[in-house]
């Protein structure tokens, strides 16, 4: 209003994304079982976010695999990710987006 002094308090963050991009070869073939030698990767991730708020992306290069088995991968992946989010007591919720990208365009016809 015109000539009325206002006081106006507001903050924003912007939380920092951290991408994570994977493929076929982190699971084991045919399966949503990681590899042995990826397991200990989340621990590593679960460091790099404590540091400061940030939102994890999960993003799967999908080729030849079924849609389905490419869905369920993210799923077992995100559940073990905040599985143990929560046990390591974070600090703050974690917020995780999946995203997948066909390499051909779109999963193969009669999958």
């Not at 045919?30 to 990767?41: A, G, I, M």
């Not at 679960?46 to 994890?56: N, T």
């Not at 073990?80 to 990208?101: H, K, N, P, S």
């Amino acid at each position: 209003t015109r000539g009325k002094m206002l006081r106006f308090n507001f903050g924003a963050t912007i939380h920092r994304v951290v991408r994570i991009d994977i493929a076929d070869g982190v699971f084991e073939p045919k399966s949503s079982e990681l590899r042995l030698q990826w397991s200990p990767k989340i621990a590593q991730l679960l460091e790099e976010l404590k540091k400061a708020p940030s939102v994890l992306r999960l993003s799967y290069l999908a080729d030849v695999e079924r849609e389905a088995l490419v869905r369920k991968r993210l799923d077992v992946l995100k559940k073990e990710i905040t599985r143990q989010w929560d046990r390591f007591d974070g600090g703050y919720r974690l917020a995780v987006e999946t995203e997948v990208f066909w390499r051909r365009g779109a999963p193969l016809a009669g999958q």
